[in-house]
């Protein structure tokens, strides 16, 4: 069974960092592109990062470049994404997904991946 489980969302004030984790289950990890997406109410969910299944290559969205940082450790068959820098715009619902590559290369589309988080909360406020 397929599982992919977000956590590490939560409040956080302007400015301040979280850390979010994509662990990973029922499939071969390391062969997958993984990514993640965010989405708020009444707007459709946009691509934040992704990362190659080697890690190799990593791709952000512009709204994030340099604030947000993506990795993986396929030991632990688990992804993250490092916010920095946070601010309230960055507020949303946080997914991970995967999908699995046959070159290295970031999907950015939400219809090109197969599996998909619950989701996880990002709230930033003062």
């Known amino acids: 069974q397929v599982q992919l489980v977000e956590s590490g969302g939560g409040l956080v004030q302007p400015g301040g960092s979280l850390r979010l984790s994509c662990a990973a289950s029922?499939?071969?990890?390391?062969?997958?592109?993984m990514a993640w997406f965010r989405q708020v109410p009444g707007k459709e969910r946009e691509f934040v990062g992704g990362i190659t299944w080697s890690g190799g290559s990593t791709s952000y969205a512009d709204s994030v470049k340099g604030r947000f940082i993506i990795s993986r450790d396929n030991a632990k068959s688990t992804a993250y994404l490092q916010m920095n820098s946070l601010k309230p715009e960055d507020t949303a619902v946080y997914y991970c997904?995967?999908?699995?590559?046959?070159?290295?290369?970031?999907?950015?589309?939400?219809?090109?991946?197969?599996?998909w988080g619950q989701g996880t909360q990002v709230t930033v406020s003062s």
């Open positions: 997904a995967a999908q699995r590559t046959l070159f290295e290369i970031v999907l950015t589309t939400t219809r090109e991946y197969n599996y």
């Open positions: 029922g499939f071969g990890f390391s062969s997958y592109t």
